[in-house]
């Protein structure tokens, strides 16, 4: 009676992993396209984007779609299964963010809020400043600290000397 239990649970297994092991392939193909990737994620109008696609649905041919841009048409990347589409931002986009449409092989995918589209262009450098040099600010921080460390080295360089004296 044990055995016959031990082989009905092998069976089950093996017929589970069989299902399983015949649908992966097809549940992959039906999802491709499976990524979009934009860069940069942030961009000013009139800029210059690099959408990128997963999926070897897209290597035949296909297009990426947004209303930031006019119709992009996809290139295959040599030895793999991404293509790439190089897109211009509308001069008159409004800022925000833009979602990606991408049809591939009769399927389309879409990334939500692949990019963001900003007024004027993007500010770079440390935090995005846009001043050169240190601000009034900087300067009065900067010097307390100074006097701060004078005081207290000088300070512990008083203490030293009396304790050597007694």
């Known amino acids: 009676m044990r055995t016959?239990?031990?082989?009905?649970?092998?069976?089950?297994?093996?017929?589970?992993?069989?299902?399983?092991g015949l649908a992966a392939p097809a549940a992959s193909a039906w999802a491709d396209p499976?990524?979009?990737?934009?860069?940069?994620?942030?961009?000013?109008?009139?800029?210059q984007l690099t959408v990128t696609v997963d999926g070897s649905s897209c290597r035949s041919g296909g297009k990426v779609t947004s209303r930031a841009f006019p119709d992009a048409y996809l290139r295959p990347l040599r030895n793999s299964t991404t293509s790439s589409a190089t897109a211009v931002v509308h001069r008159n986009a409004s800022p925000g963010t833009y979602d990606i449409t991408a049809h591939c092989g009769g399927r389309t995918l879409t990334r939500p809020a692949a990019f963001t589209v900003i007024h004027g262009g993007v500010r770079g450098g440390f935090g995005g400043g846009t001043?050169?040099?240190?601000?009034?600010?900087?300067m009065a921080i900067g010097s307390a600290l100074v006097g701060a460390a004078l005081v207290g080295g000088g300070v512990f360089w008083m203490r030293r000397r009396s304790e050597k004296k007694v």
Do not use: E, F, Q, W
């Open 4 to 20: 016959s239990r031990v082989r009905t649970t092998l069976a089950v297994a093996v017929a589970t992993g069989a299902v399983v």
């Open 131 to 138: 001043h050169s040099g240190a601000t009034t600010t900087d």
């Open 34 to 47: 499976t990524n979009i990737v934009a860069m940069p994620s942030v961009i000013p109008r009139g800029g």
